[in-house]
């Protein structure tokens, strides 16, 4: 139904940046918002970043904020997270996710409310 591909994950160096893209197709036109999760080795996967659709309100994780910003381009179906002043515990997997369910607006920041899942991109941040 709906695809998702992440790209752009890499190696760095604190203070660096990196810029991570998250390709949709397929029923993307059922989506209504589109989030970034990461997952570091031994811990659980936290959400990151959201943003709506329709009006590309924007949400972060108060350990981002400040640093991250994400952006959709509805025409394209793809979702982006510009990485700036990072972090070597940034470092994870991190995972683009869909929302096809209308939630009035808001966003879901719990993993068990995304509906679809990307395969993960690896980003290393180097002290």
């Known amino acids: 139904q709906v695809q998702l591909v992440e790209s752009g994950g890499g190696l760095v160096q604190a203070g660096g940046s990196l810029r991570l893209s998250c390709a949709g197709s397929?029923?993307?036109?059922?989506?209504?918002?589109m989030a970034w999760f990461r997952q570091a080795p031994g811990k659980e996967r936290e959400f990151v970043a959201a943003?709506?659709?329709?009006?590309?309100?924007?949400y972060y994780a108060d350990s981002v904020k400040g640093r991250f910003t994400i952006s959709r381009d509805n025409a394209k179906n793809t979702v982006n997270l510009q990485m700036n002043s990072l972090k070597p515990e940034d470092t994870a997997v991190y995972y683009c996710a869909a929302d096809g369910t209308y939630r009035g607006g808001t966003y879901a920041a719990l993993s068990t409310e995304y509906d679809y899942w990307g395969q993960g991109t690896q980003v290393t941040v180097s002290s």
């Open positions: 943003i709506t659709w329709s009006r590309s309100s924007a």
């Open positions: 397929g029923r993307f036109f059922s989506i209504h918002n």
